[in-house]
């Protein structure tokens, strides 16, 4: 593994794309910095020079930035682990993995992660719409996962930490994981991976 100083992550510790980063970082021992930024923080224009979007997660090496969470999990292993099993060459797994790294991006974001963000940080959207994304994923992942320790493959990848969050902080947003035995089962599997490091729980906002 490539010789690294102390990186710098940007972030919020109750984004689950900030805590895919921060496992990843902490699978592979690499040392960082964990600087939790507030909404106006994320405004300001010292935070503008770093992401232009204002997104979190950021990440700062020495004199290279890199914005979003799976373009940062994709930079730590090709620079300091290349050749890794969580991220492999081998043409299939790479893009068996990049499907659910889309996946995440996709119907997580805007099933369970969107139930999530309306029950807790009060923002707009569908119920209806989500809740029937939200299904539609887990069915499909439930049936995936049925014989399967991880996503792909027999051994973790960046997929499993990709999906890992939102997935295993769905019921904050109201969708029940009773039903989906096998998602369970490997949420449990990945917290009983070295290193695992759980996101905190957050509480649903009370409307007023």
Known sequence: ???VQQLKLYGSPLSGHCHRVELLLRML????????????????????????????PVLEDDDVIVADSVAIMVYLIRKYAPGSSWFPDDAVTASQIQRWLSIAAGELASGPNSA???????????????GQTSKRLLD???AHLKGRT???????????????????HAPEGGIDLA????????????????????MPASKPRIAA
């Open 29 to 56: 021992d690499i040392p960082y910095e964990f600087i939790a930024l507030s909404p106006e923080q994320r405004a300001s224009e010292a935070f503008l020079k770093l992401n232009p979007l204002r997104q979190i």
């Open 1 to 3: 593994m490539t010789q």
């Open 140 to 142: 499909f992942m439930d």
């Open 116 to 130: 999530r963000l309306m029950a807790v940080f009060g923002r707009p959207g569908h119920p209806d719409t989500i």
């Open 150 to 168: 991880y996503l792909v493959g027999d051994g973790p990848t960046i997929a499993d930490l990709a999906c890992y969050a939102y997935v295993a």
């Open 179 to 198: 039903p989906y035995p096998s998602v369970r089962t490997w949420l449990g599997n990945v917290e009983a991976l070295p290193h695992f490091k759980p």
